[in-house]
């Protein structure tokens, strides 16, 4: 064999050596690819009663979205009889959304049609996200504002002047983890009131498990309470900052009835005890021991649902207490409201 002809075999045997490898490439590739469409797939249809749940999750879902999120902290005086809840300003948010078998992403913005004239200086930024399986709810909340206005008081003897009632210089960050799991999954879907890419065909409830995490910081220039209602409150509720970590488990009831196959109604109440502690300081730093305190969630929904349409209202709400002193303690809360209206694509 001459040099050209062992050029030409070497090039030969090279490039059928490339083909080849590429093609166990591809097809371990298409091999990973189908293991995880596998199990995705077991994820979605595992175990389900038919009777109950029909999936969509092979259909490409789209929706519009409205979401008016939220977030407060209310402190309460038992002894005197008094509170005060604030709230910051609230804004309209609209977007779209897509879901396809696991996944499911929305985006919104916000229309700014809060009342900005009321505040010359106010920030926020408020993430709120969750993932849904079969039988597991997953959420995260990071949240942040600066400007709160007082929402309503009561017990004050003394009125509190408008301008009291607006505080730019309150900011709260709030982090927050929650973790749920459905014990009757079979019957019961998590999925088809919240993220749509399955339908509740016949009425149904679960127990729910669950756990949480939350961090909540509070700083004002000074006191909250303003000088028109320190006789009503305890002084230690005259606070210009406020640290908690809160830990929790919570034990429920969820459920959905179902009206002529498609409209439907879910209700929830899940009630937990949790263990926090921090400091906050009025005139001086004080410190909270660990205790236990209550919380409560809720998870609600209210629309239509079928094949190829879905349209309703859905509401979850999150809000835990602590106590800073005997008869005084601190609400603090946040949840979003949504509509939304859509369409499924695909003929299967």
């Avoid at 050596?17 to 690819?33: G, H, K, P, R, W």
């Avoid at 929305?106 to 106010?122: K, P, Y």
């Avoid at 039988?135 to 009291?164: H, R």
């Avoid at 983890?177 to 088809?192: C, D, E, G, P, R």
């Amino acid at each position: 064999m001459n040099f050209k002809h062992r050029i030409t075999f070497l090039l030969f045997s090279f490039f059928t050596l490339i083909l080849t490898s590429n093609e166990v490439n591809s097809q371990q590739a298409d091999s990973l690819f189908k293991k995880i469409e596998n199990f995705g797939d077991y994820l979605l249809y595992r175990n389900h009663d038919t009777t109950y749940i029909s999936n969509y999750g092979n259909k490409v879902a789209v929706k519009l979205v409205a979401v008016n999120k939220y977030n407060y902290f209310r402190i309460r005086d038992r002894i005197n009889n008094t509170r005060l809840h604030y709230r910051p300003v609230r804004d309209v948010s609209l977007g779209v959304g897509v879901s396809y078998k696991w996944f499911a992403l929305d985006i919104t913005f916000a229309l700014g049609l809060q009342n900005n004239s009321e505040f010359e200086n106010t920030r926020s930024f408020d993430f709120q996200g969750s993932m849904y399986s079969s039988k597991q709810f997953i959420s995260g909340t990071i949240q942040y504002y600066q400007a709160y206005k007082m929402a309503n008081y009561s017990g004050v003897s003394e009125p509190i002047n408008e301008s009291s009632e607006r505080r730019e210089d309150i900011r709260t960050i709030n982090f927050g983890l929650q973790y749920m799991y459905a014990f009757n999954y079979t019957k019961f879907s998590f999925k088809a009131p919240f993220v749509f890419n399955e339908v509740q065909r016949k009425s149904a409830g679960s127990p729910i498990l669950g756990a949480s995490f939350n961090m909540f910081v509070m700083d004002a220039d000074s006191s909250i309470v303003p000088p028109e209602a320190y006789a009503s409150f305890d002084p230690l509720l005259h606070m210009r900052d406020l640290n908690l970590l809160s830990l929790s488990v919570s034990l429920g009831y969820m459920y959905t009835f179902v009206y002529k196959r498609h409209f439907f109604l879910t209700l929830s109440i899940i009630p937990g005890l949790n263990i926090n502690g921090g400091d906050f300081f009025t005139d001086a730093r004080n410190y909270m021991s660990p205790a236990f305190n209550f919380k409560i969630n809720t998870m609600n929904a209210i629309g239509y649902n079928s094949k190829k349409y879905f349209v309703g209202f859905n509401l979850l709400a999150d809000s835990f207490y602590s106590r800073l002193g005997k008869k005084l303690s601190v609400e603090i809360g946040h949840g979003k409201f949504s509509f939304f209206v859509g369409y499924r694509f695909g003929r299967k």
